[in-house]
């Protein structure tokens, strides 16, 4: 199954960059989603053990006790951290590309970038 | 008292500006009481440096660095410190005389007392890294002097050169000192020691066998020659000319320029003496002595036959320390007092005739000897002495130059070469005074001079060329006393404590012999000065000029670097990336990562597995192709929702929830943001960069794809997994891990997510709140006064985006019918 992982991984990398190559800031966004994902996914296969089908990060109440099929916990906290970030990150985004449209009348990056012309 | 007189010195420069009013002429003199007092106190230390060895002070600064404020007081300091505030007592006197009319001057002595400081710190300094910060200090303030009269363009290009090269040597040098300390510290000196100067040069037999030597020195060297003016990097001294006179007399030929001097002379007792040291500093010390000598005549403006003249002495100290030896050391110290004392007269006096003639060309002066009488006796005495005319200081310092060279314990060629050095410039320096005294003061006055209405100047301005120029006359009569006075200095640069006896007359020997011919020669040229000065035996290329076709291609070469780099797109700059990502991880990855990935074990995978996971490149291939906006959403949403069930299958259920919180989030956000953005997609690019793109997005893709398959096989650490997950219950209290870790164990972390959600609320607020402020602006005309300046930015902005949003509203809606 890390195969499987891998193609989702590299074709998630390879959209965001083909994406984030275009000029429209609209793509640029999707591929700032996409990029998110990747990595989101790349950290997730970097766990101990791997990845693993049916196991749970979480160990007995009463005991404390580790039972036999648990997952890394660590990279799902990490993950978990980072999938709220770059959300806020993306609506930031988002908010600039609204504002920056609607004041220069273009979702053109090239356009933007001289605002001087203004 | 060595720390608080250097204080003093940086204290009393904000009173510099007392000399904005007037009567400037009595504001100077008044002003020249500051250093005179610190010159007093010196003076009262003299006994105890000669009869008691050097005073220390230490003062902590940042000791883990080894970097403390001490001071030291020894011969070679004295003598130093003695000239930059007894000549720098005259200059300021002189100064208030000279710039009479100049409201500037209180600056200018503000920057002059700056100096002053920092030059005092320079050689008092103990610990390489003090005396480092002073050293560039005194490249600052000079900077500021020579660029006071700023409003000329000349004035700024010698101000630019001068800081440009001395500031680049600055750099060399703390290179330098940074492994002399290093080396220090290889060869055992205590970490907190390694900067001071003594334990350096105690040190230094140890250091000098080291592998950091040779490079320490050749940094070293860079320094000094650059601030000592040494060829090549001689030209910024001419161009330094245009300071006030005042300036010049002082930074440019009394003090600051012997700084490199001043350091080499420091480092000599424990770097000196190896054959890259001697042979180094008499190949640059020697030619720059002969070139400066020989191009100095040449010159037409005063001042820049002294400035030529100043770099050959300067040369001329750099010779003697690098021929060393007792007379080396004798000779140097000797030479340093008569050039301070003849060449600072003679560049006031020089000040003089520009002032009262209003011009330095020596073409358009002569006849000034029935004008101004005495000026041409104070100009006459001081050239005799740097002439090396018998009876004068200078005769003394030239014969000893001559000594160092007989007597010199270097191999074959090295004395002969340094010998020659010297000859060359006592003949150069004897047409140069001779060309200078003759067109200034002899013949019929030049038309010009005749209309201004020359005299002698004022004796406030007078007298501060008259006591060095006398002292020169003066001196010789006292030599036993100058004698004790400079044994320590010489002391300090041979390394052992010795005194010596100047004289005048020490019988007929090889070096009066010497001497004799020079001036014989001399004297003999000079009466063909003009031939000679027309002759042009100098190759006309100007170092300033090169040096500034250099800058101006350095700059050149920036501008068009970053034009390429900064393209200000952000395509561009995501593809140095990837490239240097392909260049950084692909090859080291391809060289010793494919390996694993080949070895890899796999179970095979459920079919919803594969389901789930090939719905992703469906998906970005979808995103990729989508003509209209909504499709591009449901395309994002749905790879979206397979990374989530990706969370689900491989037990990360806390993931999972998540991912689909914020993925409807993000929806509805992209819904509301494309739904103001224009509704079809176009195509920017034309086709070609878009397969360009692709196959580089296509290789980036499978990169990564190697990498995870390399970094699943890959173990190097152990993991810290397993001690979160045991101690959960113990530590944490709870069970589920991961929150367990997001609220405990990492909590800082989740702090910091909060952070980053706050500061992105605010900036959200604040851009979509502009269009609020606008709409209150346009309904009422009371709040429109009240906009403050900077805000009329925003205003603008926003005017004209109105038409925009009136248009886009109604099509928006249409769009989203028709979708």
Redesign the interface.
């Known amino acids: 199954?890390?195969?499987?992982?891998?193609?989702?991984?590299?074709?998630?990398?390879?959209?965001?960059?083909?994406?984030?190559?275009?000029?429209?800031?609209?793509?640029?966004?999707?591929g700032l989603?996409?990029l998110s994902?990747?990595v989101?996914?790349?950290i997730?296969?970097?766990?101990?053990?791997?990845?693993?089908?049916?196991?749970?990060?979480?160990?007995?109440?009463y005991?404390?006790e580790?039972m036999p099929n648990?997952?890394?916990?660590?990279v799902?906290?990490?993950?978990?951290?980072a999938?709220?970030?770059s959300?806020?990150?993306?609506?930031?985004i988002?908010?600039?590309?609204?504002?920056a449209?609607?004041?220069m009348?273009t979702?053109?990056?090239?356009d933007m970038?001289?605002t001087d012309r203004? | 008292m060595l720390l608080s007189m250097v204080l003093f010195a940086f204290a009393m420069a904000p009173l510099g500006l007392l000399a904005r009013r007037e009567p400037r002429a009595l504001v100077g003199w008044g002003l020249a009481l500051l250093p005179f007092a610190i010159f007093v106190l010196l003076c009262t230390q003299i006994g105890t440096v000669v009869n008691q060895g050097p005073i220390v002070e230490t003062l902590r600064w940042v000791p883990t660095m080894g970097l403390e404020l001490r001071f030291t007081l020894d011969g070679l300091s004295l003598l130093f410190a003695l000239i930059i505030t007894g000549i720098g007592t005259l200059i300021v006197g002189y100064a208030g005389a000279y710039m009479e009319k100049d409201i500037g001057l209180g600056r200018f002595l503000v920057y002059l007392f700056l100096f002053m400081g920092a030059m005092l710190g320079v050689v008092l300094a103990g610990n390489v890294l003090t005396m480092f910060v002073f050293w560039e200090l005194t490249s600052v303030t000079s900077y500021l002097l020579i660029g006071y009269k700023h409003e000329y363009p000349d004035a700024r290009r010698g101000a630019q050169h001068s800081l440009l090269i001395t500031g680049f040597g600055g750099l060399a040098l703390l290179v330098g000192l940074l492994m002399l300390g290093a080396a220090a510290k290889q060869v055992g000196v205590l970490a907190e020691q390694a900067y001071n100067l003594d334990a350096i040069i105690a040190a230094g037999r140890q250091i000098v066998a080291t592998d950091l030597y040779g490079p320490a020195m050749a940094f070293v060297f860079l320094g000094a020659f650059t601030k000592s003016a040494q060829f090549p990097f001689h030209f910024w001294l001419p161009g330094a000319m245009q300071a006030p006179t005042p300036a010049s007399a002082f930074l440019h030929s009394a003090t600051m320029v012997k700084a490199g001097v001043y350091l080499l002379a420091r480092l000599a007792p424990g770097m000196g003496d190896t054959p890259l040291w001697n042979y180094t500093l008499v190949t640059v010390g020697g030619f720059t002595f002969a070139f400066g000598a020989f191009v100095a005549f040449r010159q037409y403006d005063i001042k820049a036959l002294l400035a030529y003249s100043t770099l050959s002495q300067l040369g001329g100290l750099i010779l003697m320390i690098g021929l060393g030896g007792k007379y080396g050391a004798e000779a140097l110290v000797t030479l340093i007092l008569a050039h301070a004392l003849y060449k600072s007269a003679l560049f006031m006096t020089a000040g003089i005739i520009d002032h009262e003639t209003g011009t330095r060309d020596l073409n358009r002066l002569g006849g000034l000897r029935k004008l101004m009488p005495r000026t041409m006796v104070i100009v006459g005495i001081a050239l005799l002495s740097q002439m090396g005319i018998p009876i004068m200081f200078g005769f003394v310092a030239k014969e000893w130059a001559l000594k160092a060279a007989l007597e010199s314990d270097l191999a074959a060629p090295w004395p002969l070469l340094g010998l020659a050095a010297i000859l060359i410039a006592a003949v150069g320096y004897i047409i140069a005074a001779w060309r200078f005294f003759k067109n200034a003061f002899l013949g019929k006055p030049h038309p010009d001079v005749l209309q201004h209405h020359v005299h002698d100047p004022k004796v406030a301005m007078l007298i501060s060329p008259a006591v060095p120029a006398f002292l020169s006359l003066l001196l010789p009569l006292g030599l036993p006393w100058v004698s004790t006075f400079l044994s320590p200095a010489a002391s300090a640069v041979y390394g052992h404590d010795f005194t010596f006896e100047l004289y005048l007359y020490g019988g007929v020997n090889q070096a009066l012999l010497f001497s004799l011919a020079a001036i014989g020669v001399g004297v003999l040229l000079a009466t063909q000065e003009r031939r000679l000065a027309a002759h042009r035996i100098i190759a006309s290329v100007s170092g300033a000029k090169l040096f500034d076709r250099l800058v101006e291609g350095i700059l050149a070469f920036a501008t068009g670097l970053a034009r390429t780099i900064q393209s200000g797109r952000l395509r561009t700059y995501i593809l140095y990336t990837i490239f240097a990502y392909f260049v950084i991880v692909g090859i080291p990855f391809v060289i010793y990562g494919l390996g694993d990935v080949r070895s890899i074990q796999d179970n095979s995978p459920y079919f919803y597995e594969v389901v789930v996971v090939s719905l992703i490149p469906v998906g970005i291939i979808a995103t990729i192709t989508a003509r209209s906006r909504l499709g591009a959403i449901i395309a994002v949403s749905m790879i979206g929702a397979m990374v989530a069930l990706i969370f689900v299958l491989f037990s990360a259920a806390d993931l999972a929830l998540t991912q689909l919180l914020i993925e409807v989030l993000s929806t509805v956000f992209l819904l509301f943001l494309f739904s103001v953005m224009p509704s079809r997609f176009r195509n920017f690019s034309p086709a070609w960069v878009r397969w360009r793109d692709a196959v580089i997005a296509v290789a980036f893709g499978i990169l990564m794809s190697g990498l995870v398959l390399a970094g699943a096989t890959t173990n190097l650490f152990q993991s810290i997994a397993p001690y979160y997950l045991e101690q959960s219950v113990p530590g944490g209290k709870g069970a589920n891990v991961v929150n367990v870790i997001l609220v405990d164990f990492r909590s800082f972390d989740t702090l910091g997510e909060i952070v980053v959600l706050f500061v992105a609320l605010i900036s959200i607020f604040g851009l979509l709140r502009f269009r609020k402020q606008r709409s209150d602006v346009r309904s009422s005309g009371r709040e429109r006064l009240t906009i403050l300046p900077g805000e009329a930015g925003v205003l603008v902005g926003n005017g004209m985006d109105e038409g925009v949003e009136r248009a886009a509203v109604p099509s928006s809606q249409k769009q989203e019918k028709s979708t």
């Open positions: 199954m890390i195969f499987l992982l891998a193609i989702a991984i590299g074709s998630l990398f390879a959209g965001a960059v083909y994406l984030i190559l275009r000029r429209s800031v609209a793509k640029l966004i999707l989603m996409l994902h990747a989101n996914l790349l997730f296969t970097m766990g101990d053990g791997g990845v693993r089908r049916g196991a749970l990060p979480i160990v007995d109440y005991t404390g580790v648990t997952t890394d916990p660590l799902q906290a990490l993950i978990l951290t999938i709220v970030i959300f806020g990150i993306t609506a930031f988002m908010a600039l590309a609204y504002r449209t609607q004041a009348k979702d053109d990056l090239d970038a001289n203004l």
